[in-house]
């Protein structure tokens, strides 16, 4: 009868976080990237012959990518993710510092399209904004 007034959106305790070298790091795009469509974006990448290739993201790496400002740490982007989970009144995945960290890190080094630092970093102009947006 007591869990009645328990609050309904736990936060998990999260050890992975804890234990990430970069956990203190800012990270910010280091990609130009545009709109594909009204819901997604490419990163794009020109090669030396002035081909484009066009990288397509999934919804979280796409969601990440464009969170990459240079403004916050990873710690604190999982509170924010936390936030979000909240806010719209769903349960927060036990594992969501670790779902986090993959795609931070897939990010950084499978894509190169974010960068971690150890200061907050001010993004390039060519990386602010989408292509589009000159």
């Not at 990430?20 to 794009?44: H, P, V």
């Not at 969170?67 to 927060?92: A, H, P, R």
Request: charged share 30%.
């Amino acid at each position: 009868m007591f869990n009645l007034f328990k609050k309904q959106n736990e936060i998990p305790e999260f050890n992975i976080i804890n234990k990430y070298s970069k956990k203190d790091m800012y990270f910010s795009r280091i990609r130009k990237w545009d709109w594909l469509n009204a819901e997604q974006i490419y990163i794009s990448e020109k090669y030396s012959n002035e081909k484009v290739k066009m990288i397509t993201l999934d919804y979280w790496s796409q969601e990440m990518f464009l969170d990459s400002d240079g403004q916050k740490t990873v710690s604190e982007y999982l509170q924010i993710l936390i936030n979000q989970f909240q806010k719209s009144k769903m349960k927060i995945p036990s594992d969501l510092d670790q779902f986090m960290i993959e795609i931070l890190e897939s990010l950084n080094t499978d894509l190169g399209a974010i960068e971690f630092s150890n200061k907050p970093i001010t993004l390039r102009p060519e990386f602010e904004k989408p292509l589009t947006n000159k």
